[in-house]
């Protein structure tokens, strides 16, 4: 059995605001094996980029971080200042949503890359530029010497994507965040970055976490595939043990309104999440689920195997029987 990259146990994020707490996180567990990807889907609020932003220290200092985040031996809930900038960028390195944003706009490209390699390598700034124009090179940017010297608005939408991944892999991490990676790039540009990541997952052996709300590129790339809902893992399993035979009513509509070959209308799913601040009882998604039964406001349900996959919904044994999304 491949030892796990990064494993999380009853990780929790809260946020205190002026009318009360956001549960934004309610007890995570998952593992990632070193080698593999895997997938985060859910709809926007379900918590993924916020259990990982938390991972890594990310989010706000108001923010209350609790459970066990490991990262081979080193746990990261409540480590130190220092023992998180070893391990940012080193040992676990994240690729952003928004480019643009995350790149500093009065920097060049190949000296924010530089910034990268320096930060955990004693290597002269010379030595560190090549490995810059390397890294271009291996995302596959044309000119790299050239394109190093340009600065963030001098590049696309897609070629900043590129340059993100660049940084993220610069010192060979152990474990790769990728937060929509591919959000508004055109489907072949979509495509490209998509190779990118499969080869460096590939080369570094690392272990990949790619979030999205994207479910065909989860089918396209991912080995295992695990949905978020109100701040909870509803399912998870392999890529095709889910897709063939989904046993939670939110993982169904979310295929359900994933457009394919053959179905004329795709069937969104009803109402919205909850309010954080005072989720529904029992089970978070009982209220827009039409499989609902009493039971499902009165407790709610653990992860629990069902065939091949683990499922939290009370009739997932039966769900699992219905063929199709």
């Known amino acids: 059995m491949t030892e796990n990259a990064l494993s999380l146990r009853d990780f929790r994020v809260t946020f205190p605001t002026l009318f009360g707490d956001v549960q934004a996180v309610r007890g995570v567990d998952l593992d990632v094996r070193a080698g593999e990807i895997l997938g985060v889907v859910g709809e ?23 459970g066990s985040a490991t990262v081979g031996d080193t746990e990261l809930v409540g480590a130190s200042s220092r023992i998180m900038r070893e391990v940012r960028g080193r040992r676990v ?9 995350a790149l500093n706009p009065t920097h060049r490209i190949g000296d924010q890359i530089v910034e990268m390699i320096q930060a955990h390598n004693k ?50 991490p152990e474990v790769l965040i990728a937060d929509e990676p591919t959000t508004a790039l055109d489907v072949t540009v979509q ?9 460096i997952q590939s080369e570094l052996n690392a272990a990949v976490v790619l979030i999205t709300h994207d479910l065909g590129v989860v089918a396209r790339v991912a080995d295992r595939v695990q949905g978020m809902y109100a701040g909870r893992v509803v399912e998870r399993g392999s890529v095709e043990s889910v897709y063939d035979h989904p046993s939670h009513p939110y993982t169904r509509g979310l ?34 689920c039409p499989h609902a039964i009493e039971r499902c406001a009165d407790e709610m349900p653990s992860l629990l195997p069902v065939g091949d996959v683990e ?14 999304a």
């Open 123 to 172: 290597v002269s700034t010379k030595a560190a530029m090549s490995r810059a124009i390397e890294l271009l090179a291996e995302v596959g940017i044309p000119q790299p010497a050239e394109r190093a010297r340009q600065y963030p608005h001098e590049f696309s939408g897609g070629m900043r994507q590129r340059v993100m991944i660049a940084m993220a892999i610069a010192n060979d």
């Open 311 to 324: 499922s939290a919904c009370w009739r997932a044994d039966e769900l699992s029987k219905v063929v199709g």
């Open 191 to 199: 495509a490209q970055i998509l190779e990118i990541l499969q080869r």
């Open 93 to 101: 390195a994240m690729i952003f949503q928004d480019p643009l944003s």
């Open 44 to 66: 926007s609020g379900s918590g993924k980029s916020v259990t990982f932003l938390g991972v890594m220290g990310l989010l706000p200092k108001s923010a209350r971080i609790s």
């Open 255 to 288: 295929l359900q309104s994933l457009p394919t070959v053959g179905r004329e209308r795709l069937q969104p799913i009803p109402g919205a999440p909850p309010n954080m601040m005072d989720p529904p009882s029992g089970c978070a998604f009982r209220v827009r």
